[in-house]
């Protein structure tokens, strides 16, 4: 079973408007966190936020924050005001607490939502 | 700039030929992770270093192997290659073993021919 799901392949969205990006994940770990990165067409791969399973606020960066809701299992990423530069390939992950014992060690990804930004 | 540095940025090779990815995390990160992204499997996870130690192995194929150094640099071995070892690979440092951020590199695009 797929443990990160991002439901919305591509999206279109109007400059200035805000985003929010579907992710969607499933763990039976009580220790875990989400990430979300940003992917150019240059290839780079960009961190943009984190947030802890035990993390009481959600979490923000800038333009940038995680909408978590811990009992549905979502982490849906918002983008404020997008820009031109947002246009990007969007990625969550997951780590589970490797020291839990049966956690995966490193991040499993979504398989991606192609963002668009048109002026 | 996210403070890690891969070598080279791309790389073309014949198959069955061998390559070395390498990778230097940013200062004081003791965490080395690599990743490969391939069109038809994605992001996948291949191996992890801490501190010099090899401390988990994902997707990894046997012909692939790592090791970080005492100087905590890291570098991916790819032997045997095949068409299909064609990808973009990725390192990623982080502070710790626990769940904290983590910063990748570049990548690193190969193609083998």
């Known amino acids: 079973a797929q443990k990160i799901t991002q439901t919305q392949p591509g999206m279109f969205v109007q400059e200035k408007e805000a985003v929010t990006l579907d992710c969607t994940y499933d763990?039976?770990?009580?220790?875990?966190?989400l990430f979300w990165y940003k992917q150019p067409s240059s290839g780079e791969m960009i961190f943009l936020i984190y947030q802890g399973s035990y993390d009481q606020q959600n979490a923000t960066e800038g333009r940038y924050s995680l909408n978590f809701q811990k009992a549905r299992k979502s982490a849906n990423l918002v983008i404020s005001a997008s820009q031109l530069g947002d246009s990007a390939m969007y990625f969550c992950a997951m780590r589970e607490d490797p020291d839990s014992g049966g956690g995966a060690d490193g991040l499993t990804f979504g398989k991606g939502t192609h963002l668009i930004i048109q002026p | 700039d996210s403070g890690v540095t891969q070598t080279p940025k791309h790389l073309i090779t014949a198959t069955g030929q061998r390559v070395t990815l390498r990778c230097s995390p940013r200062s004081g990160d003791l965490s080395v992770y690599w990743y490969q992204q391939s069109l038809d499997q994605g992001l996948q996870f291949l191996i992890h270093y801490y501190n010099g130690e090899e401390r988990a192995k994902g997707n990894i194929l046997e012909r692939f192997s790592a090791q970080q150094f005492p100087d905590l640099h890291s570098e991916l071995n790819l032997s045997s290659l095949e068409l299909g070892d064609s990808a973009l690979y990725f390192c990623?440092?982080?502070?710790?073993?626990?769940?904290?951020?983590?910063?990748f590199g570049q990548g690193t695009r190969l193609t083998v021919v």
């Open positions: 990623a440092s982080s502070l710790s073993r626990g769940n904290t951020e983590a910063f």
């Open positions: 763990t039976s770990d009580p220790s875990y966190g």
